[in-house]
């Protein structure tokens, strides 16, 4: 049985007003989209937005949209994150996963 190793890392601060960028890397599996989750200081994960490299764009969460949050492909297994004119509310913890090729949260 294969193991995939997804590495997840840390963010630098960034200030009111500026555009956050965060990668994600699937590692070696082929066919999986990344899925985005926020989730604050005693709260539960929300989901942000998922996206496949086949789609046009993305698919967002209830209270998240385009143009503030992007997600964005460079390859089938590299994917981005992009948060645009943060404000105070948007920071938290943002995890990925991998994700089947499915619109469903």
Same mark, same amino acid.
């Given at each position: 049985?294969?193991?995939? !190793? #997804?590495?997840?890392?840390?963010?630098? /601060?960034?200030?009111? &007003?500026?555009?956050?960028?965060?990668?994600?890397?699937?590692? +070696?599996?082929?066919?999986?989209?990344?899925?985005?989750?926020?989730?604050?200081?005693?709260?539960?994960?929300?989901?942000? !937005? #998922?996206?496949?490299?086949?789609?046009? /764009?993305?698919?967002? &969460?209830?209270?998240?949209?385009?143009?503030?949050?992007?997600? +964005?492909?460079?390859?089938?297994?590299?994917?981005?994150?992009?948060?645009?004119?943060?404000?105070?509310?948007?920071?938290? !913890?943002?995890?990925?996963?991998?994700?089947?090729?499915?619109?469903?949260?």
């Amino acid at each position: 049985i294969g193991v995939t !190793v #997804v590495t997840q890392k840390p963010v630098l /601060s960034v200030r009111k &007003g500026e555009t956050a960028t965060m990668d994600c890397n699937l590692g +070696t599996v082929t066919g999986s989209g990344a899925r985005w989750y926020k989730q604050t200081p005693g709260g539960v994960p929300q989901f942000v !937005v #998922v996206f496949h490299h086949s789609w046009s /764009s993305p698919n967002y &969460g209830s209270g998240f949209s385009s143009p503030k949050f992007t997600c +964005t492909h460079q390859s089938t297994s590299d994917y981005r994150l992009i948060i645009k004119n943060v404000e105070e509310g948007d920071s938290a !913890v943002y995890y990925y996963c991998r994700s089947s090729n499915r619109l469903s949260e």
